[in-house]
């Protein structure tokens, strides 16, 4: 996503670049409350880290999610490092950016409750299709080999809560795809409900 001269100076200000930090900080913090879905294998685990970063991308633009999102990612990786070989972290970082960045390129259009909502259905949508592909072609084929065990395996950890799931296309329907539908819609919600609070709070600093 390339910035004019202009929209580059516009968002980074001391202002921005200090709530940025801040919202990232509180997105790390987030990642560590965790809960389990009793629909998915034990590794898929809810949090509301997103909150933040769907947020930063209201009040400042679809490039200052990307970054908080990414200062998440960071902050979780000092912290606590990888048991993914940096597989969970990029996948956590790619459904970030799928979610807020339509999101905040609709309402940037039309500053509105209407457009938030609009912003963020279509934020889940595109977050929810991009998990399927990017999980079917690029997260568990990584994971499997971040763990050297075969894709079988994880299918199987699938199959152990749901035995629907049978394969890797079924895994993808019915745990990844609800995973990320339900994750977006609670992020989207309690956005929604407090982004008004947390504006004005921004605008008057």
């Given amino acids: 996503m390339e910035l004019t001269a202009k929209q580059e100076r516009k968002l980074m200000t001391t202002k921005n670049m200090v709530l940025m930090a ?18 998915a294998p034990s590794f898929y685990k809810l949090d509301f880290c997103d909150v933040p970063v769907l947020i930063g991308s209201f009040a400042m633009g679809p490039v200052a999610g990307s970054v908080i999102a990414a200062l998440k990612i960071l902050i979780s990786l000092v912290l606590r490092g990888t048991q993914t070989a940096g597989v969970g972290e990029f996948s956590n970082w790619v459904q970030a950016c799928s979610l807020s960045i339509p999101a905040a390129l609709i309402y940037q259009r039309n500053k509105s409750r209407k457009s938030a909502m609009l912003g963020i259905a279509a934020g889940i949508i595109t977050m929810v299709i991009i998990a399927c592909v990017t999980n079917t072609y690029i997260m568990l084929p990584a994971y499997a080999k971040a763990f050297h065990m075969p894709i079988d395996n ?9 035995p629907h799931i049978n394969n ?7 745990a990844v795809a ?28």
Avoid: C, D, E, H
């Fill in 154 to 162: 994880l299918i199987a950890m699938g199959t152990a809560v749901n």
């Fill in 22 to 39: 801040m919202f990232g900080a509180l997105s790390g913090l987030l990642m560590y409350i965790q809960m389990p879905v009793p629909f």
């Fill in 178 to 205: 609800p995973f990320n539908l339900l994750k977006g819609v609670l992020v989207g919600l309690i956005t929604t409900l407090i982004y008004k609070r947390v504006s004005i709070i921004i605008k008057s600093a």
């Fill in 168 to 174: 890797l296309m079924a895994f993808v329907l019915l």
